[in-house]
C-alpha cells in the first residue's frame, strides 16, 4: 500500500527497490514497537502473576478483585510502592514526553494519532516517546526496578 501511495509515479523500474526499502523499514519499525512495548509490558506483567493476555495490569491494580497475590499484605505493599515510585517517575517527565509516552503506551494509540491528537509531527512523537522511555528506564534500574 505504502508503495502504491507514495511512489506510484515513479517508473516500475525502480519498484522492487523501493518495495524492498519500505520492507525493511516497516520490519524493523515493528521490532523497534515490540521491543519498547514488552519491556513496558514485562516490568508490569511481572507485578502479577496472570496468564491471562487481555488483562491490563493498571486495571487489575484498582479492581483489587481478591486474588491471592493482592491479599498478602507484604505483596500488595510492594506492588503500591513500585506504582507509586512509577508514577512519581512520569510525573517528573517533560510535559510533551509525559504525553506522548501516556497516550502511546497506556492509551494504546498509534504515532499517527498520537501527532494529531499532540498537533505535532509523527517523528516528535517517535523522539518523545523515546526519550521519556530511556528516562524512565534509568529513572527506574536506579531505583532497583528492572523487568
Request: hydrophobic share 35%; with cysteine; aromatic share 8%.
Amino acid at each position: 500500500m505504502r508503495l502504491a501511495e507514495k511512489y506510484g509515479d515513479r517508473p516500475g523500474t525502480e519498484w522492487p527497490m523501493l518495495f524492498q526499502r519500505i520492507l525493511q523499514n516497516a520490519i524493523r519499525d515493528s521490532y523497534r514497537r515490540f521491543k519498547v512495548r514488552s519491556l513496558w509490558t514485562t516490568l508490569f506483567s511481572s507485578l502479577f502473576p496472570n496468564d491471562d493476555e487481555d488483562d491490563d495490569p493498571l486495571e487489575t491494580i484498582s479492581a483489587e478483585n481478591g486474588s491471592e497475590c493482592l491479599r498478602a499484605p507484604d505483596r500488595q505493599m510492594e506492588i503500591s510502592q513500585i506504582l507509586g515510585i512509577i508514577e512519581k517517575e512520569v510525573g517528573k517527565l517533560p510535559p510533551r514526553q509525559r504525553e506522548a509516552f501516556l497516550m502511546r503506551y497506556w492509551e494504546d494509540m498509534d504515532i499517527a494519532e498520537t501527532a494529531a491528537a499532540m498537533g505535532c509531527s509523527e517523528g516528535s512523537v517517535k523522539t518523545h516517546c523515546s526519550r521519556a522511555t530511556h528516562t524512565l528506564a534509568a529513572a527506574l534500574g536506579a531505583k532497583g526496578i528492572k523487568p
